[in-house]
């Protein structure tokens, strides 16, 4: 008895909640992808997405302005990632276990300083519409009836594009994620380039850390990233760290869980645990098939990818 | 303005200071942090230093929590020192757990004792195929063991919940996700009686003395971190890395089972979607803490519990949240990796420009 | 990695071993008694210390939420006679066992863990500690001195659906459901059962988030829920995460555990709330007089242990009176929810007609009646 009409609204509907759950992975890995450009992996992600969610939720409480809440988030995202690339660029601490430190202490601390705040509620939503374009049949609800960072992470993955493929700053960049050896020859301060990026990146985890508590389940409740900042990490891997397969990737993986619960709901019979495992199980074949090739590795790669650099080392 | 400069050679002294200094910071503040929070900070202190060793029972209970996280930081050790950076050291033990459950699971009321052994060795072997998933990948696809084992971590969970909710669910447990209770038989014995402690903390115990063995008095594990740290002079000298990656996750995946299969026939008794408890990543902190070496593991581990059971203690005794447990250990991770800096590097005061 | 000589390592581990061995000294040479919890003022007999375990935060909104608030009714209720304590965000694995004889050592006598997965380790501690009641709610396995307790939120499941029933413009009505346990398809079946009986068309979805809590994902599976159709939703998970989702997206839901109406006062229909304060009086009274003993305990609507609240000024006046009556029907027992005559999804009579259901029927529901889609995650 299900309509041809209903059935396609059914699937514009679950194409806009995939957008709205891509959002956050988009956010979060195109952050990771501009730390990994020059070099540095931040394992701490997932921390700092917490504590960011905390800020952002706390400053919404405080002041009822969602765009404090982001700048908040995106603060607390840029001062933790200053402080892991302190220690990874200037002091020299491994990059790995560094990472994990924050990741801890993230996910405790934003628990900690969020325990005031797990029975807040924020003032109501406010529903997003594209004018014109949200009237169009299908599409319009499809696409054109998100909160406005949805459009902001696809303009931030084509302006990441065009950042690092298209000006100076963005070769060097590139280049110093590539040898800093050679970069550091020709002049350049690789550890401030390489601050500068961990902090841009942090950021932006932060932002998609805010999203999350502001947006997507105003609420707080300890650990609410619930691993969107590990799904991130493996995403800018998955999509060979180029930011138009992040967007896409993001997309995909936020799409496997709501089609999951769509999926229950007409009645089709997949362990859930199939569809929860996904992601991953795809991002390790992918892993193997993209490094399998050394050459492409090189191309795809930043060379200098996790390795210390110090000046006249 | 400060300066770092690189020494002539590593400092003997901030090698040994340098963990202290890192305990003292994280202790000031946490002192500032129950000072914040208007708790009496002794008291505090006192929740996670004193009251895990003061009685026979406290101590007890603390080498239980310690006994995995040792176990998992020794194969950790043997892998870090080989430069294999295997993260999913949580995926491993949960399939440990989960192979052990399953043979655990074989036994009735008529099973002699030797179903022990067996549950050990199944925790082990279970480990072990999870590690080899990762060094297959990176051998013959060199693809990067961070991701790959981090991946395997959600997807050994996914299997877990699997098994707990479908062909393993006890079929007398109201349909709760969780499996038979196992026989006592299947119990791994007692160190005494009145304590949660097992064999698990001897042979963790054992495995120290075999690493440390293995580490500094073997030539095959010379040859374990030479081809791990420098392929090119160990191509050279004969040594070889593919074995050398082989051996670290083996060894790392097998000591995770181990410790998976020892906490689900021991202190649990059946398989629950809540066997992961994050053991696989806090023995990661456990092993740099205790500087890669099997004696100072014993040290961080007994730390690192001494941390989580006072956290717990700190919440029902003091009112202290639970996250607190968490901020302490990435403090201690944080401050230990700054202060190691000192170690190769000098801090100086540079006059004039940078 | 720096390079360490094996020598400096021991060097290290050795100093490390001395300092932690001095800071132990030093703070172990302090202070070494508790510190005094609220002191009853000089009373001739000790205060009774009950303690209790939360598997989640007590800032919830829901399940642990509705705990607390039925602790703090009993401690003014009695007042010094006893110190209540408690301990939240207690892990349903070996942790447990730990917290359960660290509450005893501190000398509470009386002891309430709160959800279905302490049963085990409760069990176990029960063995040791014989002179220490402990209540486990939810669970199905007791000793001398442990016994089970329950709510029969089913009840409150199906006043909820009589409301349902007539506010549903689409027929179709959702659940976001937790774990697939006898309890939760129970509430399902109440559920529908009830809107059936006042409009006979409608249908239930159910999505399963194989969680008790998880806010995001609860917002995932409400999203898909409403994306397929259904206008008033339900849930058994313990957050505010399906109400607010339904606030956003326009339509109606109900809040559990606790009135939840301050998270979506424009979806909020009804509140399925249930009071474990009755029960814990009576559990903490009978602990004081000495005439406590192992039992197993199902309350509900009769008992004042569940109740719907905060009804929605504009749900029509039919479907309130309705809803009063099932409530007056339950509270003097003259109203059974399953009275057959009662089809499965199959169409086939599970409850014959006039038949009335008993607890063991009751308890072990794993079966979707008539009206609700889907299969039984690992069911029949």
């Keep these: 008895m299900v309509a041809r009409e209903s059935m396609m609204e059914t699937y514009a509907l679950l194409i806009a909640a995939t957008l709205n759950a891509g959002t956050v992975l988009a956010l979060a890995a195109l952050g990771l992808l501009i730390n990994e450009k020059a070099g540095i992996v931040n394992l701490g992600a997932e921390g700092l997405?917490?504590?960011?969610?905390?800020?952002?939720?706390?400053?919404?409480?405080?002041?009822?302005?969602?765009?404090?809440?982001?700048?908040?988030?995106?603060?607390?995202?840029?001062?933790?990632?200053?402080?892991?690339?302190?220690?990874?660029?200037?002091?020299?601490?491994?990059?790995?276990?560094?990472?994990?430190?924050?990741?801890?202490?993230?996910?405790?601390?934003?628990?900690?300083?969020?325990?005031?705040?797990?029975?807040?509620?924020?003032?109501?939503?406010?529903p997003f519409e594209v004018p014109f374009l949200a009237d169009i049949p299908w599409i319009g609800p499809a696409l054109f009836r998100q909160h406005p960072l949805v459009y902001g992470a696809v303009a931030l993955a084509m302006g990441l594009i065009w950042f690092l493929y298209r000006t100076r700053t963005g070769l060097v960049l590139r280049s110093v994620g590539e040898s800093p050896e050679s970069a550091h020859a020709l002049g350049y301060n690789v550890r401030r380039i390489r601050f500068a990026a961990v902090v841009a990146g942090g950021a932006l985890c932060g932002l998609a850390g805010a999203y999350v508590s502001v947006i997507y389940t105003p609420l707080w409740v300890e650990g609410m990233v619930a691993g969107k900042g590990w799904i991130a990490l493996a995403l800018t891997t998955f999509a060979t760290w180029r930011p138009a397969r992040v967007l896409l990737g993001a997309y995909l993986f936020g799409g496997v869980t709501m089609l999951q619960f769509h999926l229950q709901g007409t009645g089709v019979d997949v362990p859930s645990q199939l569809l929860t495992a996904l992601p991953y199980m795809a991002t390790i074949v992918v892993l193997a098939l993209i490094s399998r090739n050394p050459a492409w590795i090189r191309v795809n790669m930043p060379a200098s990818l996790g390795k210390p650099f110090q000046p006249g080392s | 303005?400060?300066?770092?400069?690189?020494?002539?050679?590593?400092?003997?002294?901030?090698?040994?200071?340098?963990?202290?200094?890192?305990?003292?910071?994280?202790?000031?503040?946490?002192?500032?942090?129950?000072?914040?929070?208007?708790?009496?900070?002794?008291?505090?202190?006192?929740?996670?230093?004193?009251?895990?060793?003061?009685?026979?029972?406290?101590?007890?209970?603390?080498?239980?929590?310690?006994?995995?996280?040792?176990?998992?930081?020794?194969?950790?050790?043997?892998?870090?020192?080989?430069?294999?950076?295997?993260?999913?050291?949580?995926?491993?033990?949960?399939?440990?757990?989960?192979?052990?459950?399953?043979?655990?699971?074989?036994?009735?009321?008529?099973?002699?004792?030797?179903?022990?052994?067996?549950?050990?060795?199944?925790?082990?072997?279970?480990?072990?195929?999870?590690?080899?998933?990762?060094?297959?990948?990176?051998?013959?696809?060199?693809?990067?063991?961070?991701?790959?084992?981090?991946?395997?971590?959600?997807?050994?969970?996914?299997?877990?919940?699997?098994?707990?909710?479908?062909?393993?669910?006890?079929?007398?447990?109201?349909n709760f996700p969780q499996s038979k209770t196992f026989?006592?038989?299947?119990?791994?014995?007692?160190?005494?009686?009145?304590?949660?402690?097992?064999?698990?903390?001897?042979?963790?115990?054992?495995?120290?003395g075999l690493m440390w063995v293995f580490l500094f008095r073997t030539r095959a594990g010379f040859a374990q971190q030479v081809g791990g740290l420098a392929p090119a002079a160990a191509r050279y000298a004969g040594f070889s890395s593919r074995k050398a990656l082989?051996?670290?996750?083996?060894?790392?995946?097998?000591?995770?089972?181990?410790?998976?299969?020892?906490?689900?026939a021991g202190p649990i008794g059946q398989l629950t979607p809540y066997v992961p408890a994050g053991y696989g990543f806090a023995a990661i902190i456990v092993a740099y803490v205790g500087r890669l070496h099997p004696v100072g593991m014993v040290f961080s581990a007994v730390l690192m519990s001494m941390f989580y059971i006072g956290g717990e203690l700190a919440q029902s005794r003091l009112g202290l949240p639970k996250s607190i447990t968490g901020v302490f250990q990435g403090l201690l991770l944080f401050s230990l990796l700054a202060c190691d800096t000192l170690v190769a590097y000098r801090l100086r005061w540079l006059r004039g420009r940078a | 990695?720096?390079?360490?000589?094996?020598?400096?390592?021991?060097?290290?581990?050795?100093?490390?071993?001395?300092?932690?061995?001095?800071?132990?000294?030093?703070?172990?040479?302090?202070?070494?008694?508790?510190?005094?919890?609220a002191e009853a003022p000089a009373a001739k007999v000790e205060p009774l210390k009950v303690a209790f375990a939360y598997v989640g935060p007590v800032g919830d909104g829901g399940w642990t939420f509705a705990h607390d608030n039925a602790r703090k009714a009993v401690e003014k209720e009695f007042?010094?006679?006893?110190?209540?304590s408690y301990v939240e965000n207690v892990k349903e694995n070996a942790d447990a066992e730990r917290v359960f004889r660290d509450m005893a050592g501190q000398g509470n006598k009386l002891i309430f863990g709160t959800t279905f997965g302490y049963m085990e380790p409760m069990l176990k501690a029960a063995a040791d500690l014989k002179d220490v009641k402990l209540e486990h709610a939810t669970g199905y396995k007791t000793a001398d001195n442990m016994r089970t307790y329950d709510s029969?939120?089913?009840?409150?499941?199906?006043?909820?659906?009589?409301?349902?029933?007539?506010?549903?413009?689409?027929?179709?009505?959702?659940?976001?459901?937790?774990?697939?346990?006898?309890e939760v398809v129970r509430n399902i079946n109440s559920f529908t059962l009830g809107a059936q009986s006042v409009n006979p068309k409608v249908k239930t979805k159910v999505v399963w988030v194989n969680e008790w809590f998880n806010p995001p994902k609860e917002t995932e599976a409400a999203t898909a829920l409403i994306n397929g159709g259904a206008d008033v939703l339900m849930q058994n998970t313990d957050s505010p995460a399906v109400l607010q989702?339904?606030?956003?997206?326009?339509?109606?839901?109900?809040?559990?555990?606790?009135d939840m109406t301050a998270y979506g006062p424009k979806a909020h229909l009804g509140s399925a709330v249930i009071n474990w304060a009755p029960y814990y009086i009576k559990a903490v009274g009978e602990a004081l007089e000495g005439k406590w003993a192992t039992s197993q305990s199902w309350w509900g609507v009769k008992e004042g242990a569940i109740d719907m609240v905060s009804v929605a000024a504009d749900v029509p006046e039919d479907a309130k009176k309705k809803m009063e009556e099932v409530k007056a029907g339950l509270k003097d027992g003259s109203f059974s929810i399953w009275k057959g005559p009662i089809l499965g999804q199959d169409g086939k009579e599970v409850l014959a007609k006039d038949a009335v259901a008993d607890d063991k029927f009751l308890g072990g529901i794993m079966f979707y009646v008539k009206g609700v889609e889907g299969k039984i995650p690992g069911g029949k």
């Excluded at chain 2, 000072?35 to 900070?41: C, E, N, R, S, V």
């Excluded at chain 2, 949580?90 to 757990?97: K, L, N, S, W």
Aim: charged content about 15%; some cysteine.
């Design chain 1, 49 to 126: 997405m917490l504590c960011a969610a905390i800020a952002g939720f706390a400053a919404v409480v405080h002041t009822g302005n969602d765009l404090l809440g982001f700048a908040a988030g995106m603060g607390a995202g840029a001062v933790l990632a200053a402080v892991f690339g302190l220690l990874v660029i200037w002091l020299g601490t491994n990059q790995y276990a560094t990472g994990l430190a924050l990741s801890l202490f993230g996910a405790g601390f934003s628990a900690f300083v969020g325990i005031g705040y797990v029975q807040e509620k924020l003032p109501p939503r406010v």
């Design chain 2, 1 to 174: 303005m400060l300066q770092l400069e690189a020494r002539p050679e590593a400092s003997k002294l901030w090698v040994f200071a340098s963990p202290v200094l890192a305990l003292a910071l994280t202790v000031l503040l946490g002192v500032a942090i129950f000072m914040a929070l208007g708790k009496d900070p002794v008291r505090g202190l006192q929740m996670f230093f004193w009251e895990p060793i003061k009685s026979a029972y406290a101590l007890g209970e603390l080498m239980v929590k310690a006994t995995p996280l040792l176990l998992i930081a020794l194969g950790l050790g043997i892998c870090y020192r080989s430069n294999v950076w295997n993260i999913g050291a949580e995926g491993q033990f949960v399939m440990g757990a989960v192979a052990a459950g399953g043979v655990a699971l074989l036994a009735d009321k008529e099973t002699g004792r030797w179903i022990v052994l067996a549950i050990v060795l199944a925790g082990i072997l279970g480990g072990m195929l999870w590690a080899g998933g990762v060094a297959l990948l990176r051998d013959r696809f060199n693809a990067n063991e961070i991701l790959v084992s981090l991946m395997l971590v959600y997807v050994a969970d996914m299997v877990l919940s699997y098994l707990v909710y479908g062909p393993w669910k006890d079929p007398a447990g109201y």
């Design chain 2, 183 to 208: 026989e006592s038989v299947t119990q791994i014995p007692r160190l005494m009686s009145g304590s949660r402690l097992s064999v698990g903390l001897l042979i963790a115990l054992a495995g120290v």
């Design chain 2, 246 to 264: 082989w051996v670290a996750l083996m060894v790392s995946g097998g000591a995770a089972g181990l410790a998976g299969a020892l906490e689900v």
């Design chain 3, 1 to 37: 990695m720096t390079d360490l000589t094996k020598r400096s390592i021991f060097k290290t581990v050795a100093l490390s071993a001395v300092a932690a061995a001095a800071a132990l000294t030093l703070f172990g040479c302090g202070k070494k008694e508790e510190a005094p919890k």
């Design chain 3, 79 to 84: 007042g010094d006679k006893i110190v209540t």
């Design chain 3, 152 to 182: 029969r939120t089913y009840e409150g499941a199906y006043m909820a659906g009589v409301i349902a029933g007539k506010m549903t413009k689409s027929n179709t009505l959702g659940v976001v459901a937790s774990v697939p346990i006898p």
């Design chain 3, 245 to 258: 989702t339904a606030e956003k997206m326009g339509k109606r839901a109900f809040g559990w555990d606790s």
